[in-house]
C-alpha cells in the first residue's frame, strides 16, 4: 500500500474511532464548564402568538437530575433559612451528602411552592428562571460571601412573585451576605416581562456583588449562552435597565475601565466577544430580514421577531444542531450509499451520514476535525447536546390562573432525542422516578436513564437510527399539542368549579389534581416508550459496535 493511502486510511479509521467512543462526560464537562454549558431563550409576549412570556435553561453539565415540587410554608414565629452549597449534585434527596451548611438568613413568614431541579426554576405564581454561567473576569470572583447561584433563584422562587421583585431581592441579598459564583446570568420572567440579570462578584477586597438587568423588549427575543451580553446602561431608563449601585465603581476601581471610554458591562466585566454561535443562530432564525452576521464585533442584546413565534418554534430551536447549514457538524462526513434492485443493479445512490457521525462531537472531536479540514468554516457546539443533563421551556400567560397559565416543557438528556414532558405551576406531585438522581449510576428506577440509554445507542449509528428516534419524538410532540387545548380547557372548568366550593386551603384541588394526573400519565407513557425504545435499539445496533 502507497504511504499515502496508509495515511488516508489511518486518518479515516482514527475519525471513526473518535468519533464512536463512548462518552466521558465527566471529562467534557471540565473542560467545557463555561463557555459551553447552558443556554437560555427568552420572548416577549408580544414576539409570541400566544402572548406567553418565555423563557428556558439547558442544564448542560454533570448536575443532579432529580426534581420535587417543594410545598409552601408559613412561620408562626420568627425563624431562619437555612443556605447550602453543593445542591446541584446530590444523589436524591436534600440531606444526600456533599451538601455544606454555609450560613443562615431570616426566613420569610411565607414562602410559595417551587419546583426545585439543580438550578430552581418555577414558582406557584409564574416566575421562572433560567440561568446560563458566563465566568468573567476571574479578579472578580471572592469564595467568601454566602451565595451561589443556584440558592439565589431558590430564596428568589420562595418569595417573589414578579421578575422586578427578583432583580430587587437578589440585589439586596448579595449586598448584604456577598456573591462567592462565578460569573452568573439568569434570565427572569413573569406573566408580563423576561430580563436577563448578569452578575459578578466584587474582587478579592469584598464579598458583595456587581450586577446589572436589561429587559427584554415585548416583540423582542434574547438570548443568553455562556457570555455577558449586556451591553451599555441606561439607568435613568428603569423600565429596561437596573444595577447594582457600584456598578461604575467597581470597574474603576479594579482598573477594568478608565471612566473615559463608553461603558459597556460586557466589555468591562468579562471583555469576551459578546455573542457565540448560538445568539447568532437564533437572531438569524427568527429576525432573518436583519442579514447579522456571524463575523460582526457584535449583536444587539435581543432582536425583534419578524414573525410572532410558536412554542413549538422554541421547542425545534433546542434541537438545534445546525442541520443543513454551514455550520453543520457532520459536514464532510457523509458517505454515497447503493441501492441495488432484485438484479443487484445499482437503482439510486444516495447521500447519508457515515455511520460513525453524529452531531454531538465534543470539543476536542471538533478541533481535530477542525485541524484536519482546512476548510474556512469551524465547526461549532450545537444548541442540542450530549451533555445535557435536563431542559425545559417555559411558557407564562396574564390570561389563565396561575395553576394553568405557568407551564414548562421538560426533558432529559439530549434535548433533540428526548420527548418533552408538560409541567405545570398547578402540579401537586411527579412521578416517583423524576425523585431518582441518574447521574452517579444505572438505574431502572431513574426517568432520566430512560432516554439517556435510547439516545446514546441512538448515537451509534445515527445515520441509520435518526429515522428511528425523530419520528417518534415527533410522534409524542404532535400527541401532547393535539391534546393540550382540551386539558386546559378542562383544568379552567375545574378551576371555577373549585373556586364556587372555596372555603378550604385546597381551593383548587379539582383544578390541580386534574392537570396533575395528566402531566404524570404522560410523562410515565414517554418513559416507557422510551424504555421499549432502548430495547429496540439494542437488538438493531447489535451488529454495529
Same mark, same amino acid.
Given at each position: 500500500?502507497?504511504?499515502?493511502? +496508509? ?75 437555612? *443556605? ?30 417551587? /419546583?426545585?431541579?439543580?438550578? @430552581? ?14 465566568? =468573567?473576569? %476571574? ?17 428568589? /422562587? ?12 437578589? =440585589? ?10 462565578? =460569573? ?70 479594579? =482598573? ?17 466577544? @459578546? ?18 452576521? +456571524? ?16 412554542? %413549538? ?21 457523509? *458517505? ?40 474556512? *468554516? ?27 397559565? #405557568? ?23 411527579? @412521578? ?53 387545548? +382540551? ?15 372555596? #372555603? ?17 400519565? +404522560? ?18 445496533? %447489535?451488529?454495529?459496535?
Amino acid at each position: 500500500m502507497k504511504l499515502t493511502s +496508509f495515511l488516508k486510511s489511518a486518518t479515516i479509521l482514527l475519525l471513526n474511532l473518535v468519533l464512536i467512543i463512548p462518552f466521558s462526560f465527566a471529562q467534557e464537562i471540565e473542560e467545557d464548564m463555561y463557555n459551553e454549558s447552558c443556554t437560555s431563550i427568552m420572548l416577549g409576549k408580544n414576539a409570541t402568538d400566544d402572548g406567553s412570556v418565555i423563557t428556558a435553561h439547558t442544564c448542560d453539565a454533570y448536575y443532579r437530575t432529580w426534581l420535587e415540587f417543594v410545598p409552601a410554608q408559613k412561620y408562626d414565629r420568627d425563624t431562619t433559612q437555612k *443556605v447550602y452549597w453543593g445542591t446541584m449534585h446530590t444523589s436524591s434527596a436534600w440531606s444526600q451528602n456533599g451538601m455544606e451548611l454555609k450560613g443562615e438568613i431570616p426566613q420569610a413568614k411565607e414562602t410559595y411552592s417551587y /419546583l426545585n431541579t439543580a438550578y @430552581p426554576c418555577l414558582n406557584e405564581k409564574q416566575l421562572a428562571i433560567g440561568e446560563t454561567t458566563i465566568g =468573567g473576569k %476571574r479578579e472578580l470572583r471572592n469564595r467568601n460571601g454566602l451565595f451561589l447561584i443556584e440558592e439565589l433563584e431558590r430564596i428568589t /422562587l420562595q418569595r417573589c412573585t414578579t421578575a422586578r421583585q427578583a432583580i430587587k431581592l437578589i =440585589g439586596e441579598l448579595v449586598k448584604e451576605y456577598g456573591y462567592a459564583d462565578a =460569573g452568573e446570568c439568569i434570565t427572569i420572567a413573569d406573566t408580563k416581562e423576561v430580563w436577563q440579570l448578569e452578575i459578578f462578584g466584587e474582587g478579592s477586597d469584598n464579598i458583595g456583588s456587581v450586577w446589572a438587568a436589561q429587559r427584554i423588549p415585548d416583540d423582542h427575543v434574547g438570548v443568553s449562552a455562556n457570555l455577558s451580553r449586556i451591553g451599555e446602561l441606561d439607568l435613568d431608563n428603569s423600565d429596561y435597565f437596573m444595577a447594582s449601585e457600584n456598578v461604575f465603581e467597581v470597574a474603576k476601581k479594579l =482598573g477594568f475601565w478608565d471612566g473615559e471610554k463608553t461603558f459597556k458591562y460586557w466589555e468591562v466585566y468579562s471583555g469576551s466577544k @459578546p455573542f457565540t454561535i448560538r445568539e447568532y443562530f437564533v437572531f438569524n432564525t427568527l429576525a432573518p430580514s436583519l442579514n447579522l452576521k +456571524f463575523d460582526s464585533d457584535e449583536l444587539p442584546f435581543s432582536v425583534k421577531v419578524d414573525e410572532k413565534v410558536n412554542v %413549538r418554534q422554541v421547542l425545534e430551536l433546542y434541537r438545534a444542531t445546525y442541520d443543513g447549514t454551514e455550520y453543520e457538524m457532520i459536514r464532510n462526513l457523509k *458517505v454515497a450509499h447503493k441501492k441495488r434492485g432484485a438484479d443487484r443493479k445499482v437503482v439510486s445512490v444516495d447521500t447519508i451520514v457515515s455511520p460513525a457521525a453524529h452531531p454531538w462531537l465534543s470539543t476536542d472531536r471538533r478541533n481535530l476535525l477542525n485541524s484536519l479540514e482546512k476548510d474556512a *468554516v469551524v465547526r461549532q457546539r450545537p444548541i442540542s447536546v450530549q451533555y445535557c443533563a435536563y431542559s425545559w421551556i417555559a411558557q407564562l400567560r396574564d390570561d389563565l390562573p396561575d395553576e394553568i397559565g #405557568g407551564r414548562i416543557w421538560f426533558s432529559y438528556d439530549v434535548p433533540r432525542l428526548s420527548a418533552r414532558i408538560p409541567i405545570y405551576c398547578g402540579n401537586l406531585s411527579l @412521578p416517583k422516578s423524576f425523585s431518582i438522581c441518574g447521574q452517579d449510576h444505572f438505574s431502572h428506577e431513574s426517568a432520566m436513564w430512560a432516554f439517556r440509554r435510547a439516545n446514546r445507542l441512538a448515537m451509534v449509528n445515527w445515520g441509520t437510527t435518526k429515522d428511528i428516534i425523530e419520528p417518534i419524538v415527533a410522534e409524542y410532540e404532535d400527541k401532547v399539542f393535539s391534546e393540550i387545548n +382540551f386539558v386546559e380547557k378542562r383544568a379552567l372548568e375545574l378551576y371555577k368549579q373549585d373556586k364556587k366550593s372555596a #372555603g378550604t386551603d385546597n381551593e383548587t384541588q379539582l383544578c390541580r389534581e386534574y392537570l396533575t394526573d395528566y402531566s404524570n400519565s +404522560f410523562a410515565r407513557s414517554t418513559i416507557n416508550r422510551w424504555w421499549e425504545l432502548g430495547d429496540e435499539l439494542w437488538v438493531k445496533m %447489535r451488529w454495529k459496535f
